[in-house]
């Protein structure tokens, strides 16, 4: 079992940047292919960024690519996703997910979740 839990959510202006952290227990995350989600109110859950579990291959959805960066601290067992220039349309919950082969840019790809940290961005 792995644990998630997202933290570093908050307001922010339009332009600014955010970082946020997604700290895994129960199991080390070494080993499991890592990703960020985000949920705005009335839409469907969507991919935002991918990272291996080396961290040498990185994916990212193209209304995010350029602006934010998804990294990882294997030996502190946690993700980030840096986001910068952002945009009131990146308002919306996000998500860490965990453990993904092929499918990584599905919420059915990932077998763990967080519950998610709010980010507002405001006009």
């Known amino acids: 079992q792995v644990q998630l839990v997202e933290s570093g959510g908050g307001l922010v202006q339009a332009g600014g940047s955010l970082r946020l952290s997604c700290a895994a227990s129960g199991r080390t995350v070494s080993s499991l292919g890592m990703g960020w989600f985000r949920q705005a109110p009335g839409k469907e859950r969507e991919f935002v960024a991918f990272i291996s579990v080396s961290g040498s291959s990185t994916s990212y959805a193209d209304s995010v690519k350029g602006r934010f960066t998804i990294s990882r601290d294997n030996a502190k067992n946690t993700v980030y996703l840096q986001m910068n220039s952002l945009k009131f349309e990146d308002t919306a919950v996000y998500f860490c997910?965990?453990?993904?082969?092929?499918?990584?840019?599905?919420?059915?790809?990932?077998?763990?979740w967080g519950q998610g940290t709010q980010v507002t961005v405001s006009s």
């Open positions: 997910a965990a453990d993904t082969r092929l499918y990584y840019r599905l919420p059915s790809g990932y077998n763990y």
